[in-house]
Nanobody, 125 residues
Framework: QVQLVESGGGLVQAGGSLRLSCAAS????????MGWFRQAPGKEREFVAA????????AYADSVRDRFTMSRDNAKNLWYLQMNSLKPEDTAVYYC??????????????????WGQGTQVTVSS
C-alpha cells in the first residue's frame, strides 16, 4: 500500500495561487496513478484532477480546467497541484489519492486504494 501526505494548503485571496504537494512512500510507486479530490462542508468528495503513472496524461474536472495543473516528479515521489485564479468556491479540504488504474477510471474515487489525510484550502472573497 502507498502512504500519502499532503501539504501546501492555506488561506489565499480570490485570484491568488497555491501549490499543493503530495508526498508518497511505499513500494512500486511509479506504477500508481494519482488523483486530487476535494470536499467542502456538507458536500460529497469530488474529483479535481488526476495523472497517470507515466505522467503523459492528465484529467481535470470542468470546474478547474485551465486554472489547475497537476504534475508529478517520480524521482522524488512527489505529486503537485498548481492552483491559479482561485475562487471562493474552491474552498475545501483537498486530498491526494493513489490508484492502480488507467486514466478513464481516475475520476471515480471508488477506484483509489490509498488516501492522504487532507489539507485545507480557504479562498476568501
Amino acid at each position: 500500500q502507498v502512504q500519502l501526505v499532503e501539504s501546501g494548503g492555506g488561506l489565499v485571496q480570490a485570484g491568488g495561487s497555491l501549490r499543493l504537494s503530495c508526498a508518497a512512500s511505499g513500494r512500486t510507486l511509479s506504477r500508481y496513478s494519482m488523483g486530487w479530490f476535494r470536499q467542502a462542508p456538507g458536500k460529497e468528495r469530488e474529483f479535481v484532477a488526476a495523472i497517470v503513472w507515466s505522467g503523459e496524461a492528465t484529467a481535470y474536472a470542468d470546474s478547474v480546467r485551465d486554472r489547475f495543473t497537476m504534475s508529478r516528479d517520480n524521482a522524488k515521489n512527489l505529486w503537485y497541484l498548481q492552483m491559479n485564479s482561485l475562487k471562493p468556491e474552491d474552498t475545501a479540504v483537498y486530498y491526494c489519492a493513489a490508484a492502480l488504474q488507467s486514466l478513464r477510471s481516475l475520476r471515480d474515487r471508488r477506484w483509489y486504494d490509498s488516501w492522504g489525510q487532507g489539507t485545507q484550502v480557504t479562498v476568501s472573497s
